[in-house]
C-alpha cells in the first residue's frame, strides 16, 4: 500500500515518525509499505501542500532549526490544518497535536474531519481518544478506514495489538499499571531524597516534564490512557471524568521515605476492572510491597499487568515515552494499515 | 478455516488444548476458526482414528481417568504416531510429545512428516525445533503449509510473534531473560534459606520439577529456548550444544545468602547477543542487582528482556508453563494458521 501522509502537528512526535520512516523506507517496503509526503500543517513550524510530494528530510532540517518549512517549494502555503486535512491529496493523516481531555479539541475535528473524508488516521493524541472512541470508531468503521492510536499508551511498546494478534482468543479482566512516566520519575528521586518540588525540578529540567505540569502530576494523563485501555480492551464506555482522581502533588518525602521503610515503595496506580456489567477506573497513589512486580518500576519506564483467562498475569515493560518510542507507534500503526489490520 | 486436528500426544499440554478447544469453540468462530478432532495417538493413553470426528470431551475423560482411549468408537485403533498422522483427514497436527534435545526425536519425524504431507503443524516440542527450526521452516514453506511453535518459549505468553505484529519494523540486538520455571523456584526458595536438595524436593512435589530434574537444573531446556529465540529473532543459525552451558546444582545455599546480603539475587539467566555476524549465546547463573527488573522475577514466573532498536528495552513477563497457559500457545497458533498468518 502506498501512504499519501499529511502531517497535522509536526512537534516532537511528529518528527520522531519523519525520522523512521526515512531511516526505514527500503525496510518496510518487506512490510508492503511504501510511503510519501504530501503536507504538513504545524501551528508553529507553518504549514506546506504538494501532491506531487515534499522532501521530508529537508522539511526535518528546517523543522530542527526552528525555521518555517513555508520555506521549502510547495503549491500551496499556509493552510489551517482542516483545510490541510481537506485539500490534500493524502489517504492517512498523522495527528500529532496537543491532548486536550476536556473537549479532545482541535485533535476531535482533525481525525473527525479526516475519516468522514474517508482517510485513514494514525495518532498519539490521547484527547480525542478518550473522549471519543466509539463514536469516531463507528465512523471510521462506515467510511471503511482505519483509525489508530497505539502511542496513546506506553507509546511504541505493545499493548492492545497483544490482545488482536499475539494474545488473540484471550479475554482481559483487569489492567493495573504504570502509565505516567513523568510522575514515576518524581516518585522515583524522591525515594533518593528530594522533595516534591525539587523532584519536579529535576523532572522539568530532563525534558520529563512540562512547564505546567499538571497534567502529569494530578493524574490526568494517566486518566486519559486507563479509559483508553477500559474502552478498549475491557469493552467499557466511560469518560476521563468518570475515573476517580488522586495525583502525587501532595505526597512528602515523609510518606515516601517512610513507606521505603516497610518495604513499600509509593507509586501512581492506574487500574481497570470489571465487576459485572460495571467497570471500577480509578488513579490513584498506592503504596505497593517491593516483592510486586510493579514495584520495580523505576524513573519514566511504564509497566502494565494484565490479567486473562488464558495466561494469568502477562506484564509488559517499556518506555513511556520519548521521540522515536513514539514515532515507532505510529510507524507500526501505519504497518498494520497497509497490512489490512 | 476449518481444523480437522490430529493430536500427535495427549498428555497435559494436549489436554490443555482440548479444555480450550472446548471451552471457546463459539468465540473461536469470530476469529475465522472451526475445528474437530479426527485422530489422538498417545504412547500411553491409546490412539483413535475417525474420519468422521471424536467426541473430544469424552476423550478427556477417559484420559483424566487415566482410562485408554480405544474404549471410544472409532474407525481405526491402535496406530502408531506416523500412521496417524499418514492415514488421518487431518490439515493440522498438534504435535506434544516429549522433548529431545540429542535429535530431537521422535517429534522431529512426526514433524517432517506431517509438513511432507502438506499439513500444518503447531507444537509445544523443544527438541526439533531448537535442532531443525530453518530445515523445518523450508520445508513448511516449499509445502505452503505452516509451522507454529509459540508454546516452546514461555509458553503462551508473546515471545516470536511480538515481533511479527506488535512489533514490526523493529529490530532486536539481544534477549536476555529467565526462561526456566524450575530453576527460578528453586533459586526462589533458596533465598528462603532452604538448600539446593531440599528446594529441589519441593519443586517435585509441587510438579514443577520431574523425577529426573537434570534437563531443568543443568540448564538443557533454557539452552533449548534460548536457541529457539536466537534463530528466530536474532537470525542465527545455531545448535543447543553451540551454547555455553552452566546450570544451577553446585549452587550453596551460602552463596545465595550472601549475594542477597550484597544486594544481589542469583538468577538462571539465558541471553543471546549479536555480534557482527556472530552470535554469543550462553545460559549461566548470574548474580543480578536487586534494581534489575529480572532480579524482581521469583518462583516460577518467566520473563524476557528484548534490546531493540525503536524502543529501547522491552520487557515482558508471565507464565512459563502450565496446563492452561501452554494449551492456549496452541491455541493463538491454530488461530493465526485460520488468519492465513
Same mark, same amino acid.
Given at each position: 500500500?502506498?501512504?499519501?501522509?499529511?502531517?497535522?502537528?509536526?512537534?516532537? $512526535?511528529?518528527?520522531?515518525?519523519?525520522?523512521?520512516? /526515512?531511516?526505514?523506507?527500503?525496510?518496510?517496503?518487506?512490510?508492503?509499505?511504501?510511503?510519501?509526503?504530501?503536507?504538513?500543517?504545524?501551528?508553529?513550524?507553518?504549514?506546506?501542500?504538494?501532491?506531487?510530494?515534499?522532501?521530508?528530510?529537508?522539511?526535518?532540517?528546517?523543522?530542527?532549526?526552528?525555521? *518555517?518549512?513555508?520555506? !521549502?517549494?510547495?503549491?500551496?502555503?499556509?493552510?489551517?490544518?482542516?483545510?490541510?486535512?481537506?485539500?490534500? *491529496?493524502?489517504?492517512?493523516?498523522?495527528?500529532?497535536?496537543?491532548?486536550?481531555? =476536556?473537549?479532545?479539541?482541535?485533535?476531535?475535528?482533525?481525525?473527525?474531519?479526516?475519516?468522514?473524508?474517508?482517510?485513514?488516521? $494514525?495518532?498519539?493524541?490521547?484527547?480525542?481518544?478518550? #473522549?471519543?472512541?466509539?463514536?469516531?470508531?463507528?465512523?471510521?468503521?462506515?467510511?471503511?478506514?482505519?483509525?489508530?492510536?497505539?502511542?496513546?499508551?506506553?507509546?511504541?511498546?505493545?499493548?492492545?495489538? /497483544?490482545?488482536?494478534?499475539?494474545?488473540?482468543?484471550?479475554?482481559?479482566?483487569?489492567? %493495573?499499571?504504570?502509565?505516567?512516566?513523568? +510522575?514515576?520519575?518524581? /516518585?522515583?528521586?524522591?525515594?533518593?531524597?528530594?522533595?516534591?518540588?525539587?523532584?519536579?525540578?529535576?523532572?522539568? &529540567?530532563?525534558?520529563?516534564?512540562?512547564?505546567?505540569?499538571?497534567?502529569?502530576?494530578?493524574?490526568?494523563?494517566?486518566?486519559?490512557?486507563?479509559?483508553?485501555?477500559?474502552?478498549?480492551?475491557?469493552?467499557?464506555?466511560?469518560?476521563?471524568?468518570?475515573?476517580? %482522581?488522586?495525583?502525587?502533588?501532595?505526597?512528602? *518525602?515523609?510518606?515516601? !521515605? *517512610?513507606?521505603?521503610?516497610?518495604?513499600?515503595?509509593?507509586?501512581?496506580?492506574? %487500574?481497570?476492572?470489571?465487576?459485572?456489567?460495571?467497570? !471500577?477506573?480509578? =488513579?490513584?497513589?498506592?503504596? !505497593?510491597?517491593?516483592?510486586?512486580?510493579?514495584?520495580?518500576?523505576?524513573?519514566?519506564?511504564?509497566?502494565? +499487568?494484565?490479567?486473562?483467562?488464558?495466561?494469568?498475569?502477562? +506484564?509488559?515493560?517499556?518506555?513511556?515515552?520519548? &521521540? %522515536?518510542?513514539?514515532?515507532?507507534? #505510529? #510507524?507500526?500503526?501505519?504497518?498494520?494499515?497497509?497490512?489490512?489490520?
Amino acid at each position: 500500500m502506498r501512504f499519501d501522509l499529511a502531517f497535522i502537528g509536526f512537534g516532537t $512526535v511528529g518528527r520522531g515518525l519523519a525520522d523512521l520512516l /526515512l531511516e526505514k523506507r527500503e525496510e518496510l517496503k518487506k512490510y508492503g509499505m511504501e510511503w510519501r509526503v504530501v503536507a504538513i500543517s504545524d501551528i508553529k513550524a507553518g504549514s506546506i501542500l504538494d501532491d506531487q510530494g515534499i522532501d521530508l528530510r529537508e522539511a526535518l532540517k528546517l523543522a530542527e532549526a526552528r525555521t *518555517s518549512l513555508e520555506a !521549502l517549494p510547495a503549491q500551496k502555503k499556509g493552510l489551517s490544518a482542516i483545510e490541510t486535512i481537506r485539500e490534500s *491529496s493524502s489517504n492517512a493523516i498523522v495527528e500529532v497535536t496537543w491532548t486536550n481531555i =476536556v473537549d479532545g479539541e482541535p485533535g476531535y475535528s482533525h481525525i473527525k474531519t479526516a475519516l468522514s473524508l474517508g482517510k485513514h488516521v $494514525v495518532t498519539t493524541n490521547k484527547g480525542p481518544i478518550s #473522549l471519543y472512541y466509539h463514536e469516531l470508531m463507528k465512523l471510521a468503521d462506515e467510511k471503511k478506514v482505519k483509525l489508530k492510536f497505539k502511542g496513546t499508551v506506553l507509546s511504541g511498546t505493545p499493548t492492545f495489538n /497483544l490482545f488482536d494478534g499475539a494474545l488473540a482468543g484471550c479475554s482481559v479482566s483487569s489492567i %493495573r499499571g504504570i502509565v505516567n512516566g513523568t +510522575t514515576n520519575y518524581i /516518585l522515583s528521586e524522591m525515594e533518593k531524597g528530594l522533595d516534591y518540588k525539587d523532584a519536579l525540578k529535576e523532572a522539568q &529540567r530532563l525534558g520529563y516534564a512540562e512547564a505546567d505540569p499538571t497534567m502529569d502530576v494530578e493524574g490526568g494523563d494517566a486518566v486519559a490512557k486507563i479509559t483508553i485501555l477500559s474502552n478498549v480492551l475491557l469493552g467499557a464506555n466511560i469518560r476521563p471524568d468518570m475515573v476517580k %482522581r488522586k495525583g502525587i502533588s501532595s505526597i512528602t *518525602s515523609e510518606e515516601v !521515605l *517512610s513507606a521505603k521503610d516497610c518495604g513499600e515503595r509509593i507509586k501512581l496506580i492506574a %487500574r481497570a476492572e470489571k465487576k459485572g456489567d460495571f467497570i !471500577l477506573a480509578e =488513579v490513584s497513589p498506592i503504596p !505497593l510491597p517491593v516483592s510486586d512486580p510493579l514495584a520495580n518500576i523505576m524513573g519514566v519506564t511504564n509497566a502494565l +499487568t494484565f490479567e486473562t483467562d488464558c495466561l494469568g498475569n502477562i +506484564t509488559i515493560v517499556g518506555p513511556g515515552a520519548g &521521540r %522515536r518510542a513514539t514515532g515507532y507507534a #505510529l #510507524l507500526t500503526d501505519l504497518i498494520s494499515i497497509a497490512n489490512g489490520k
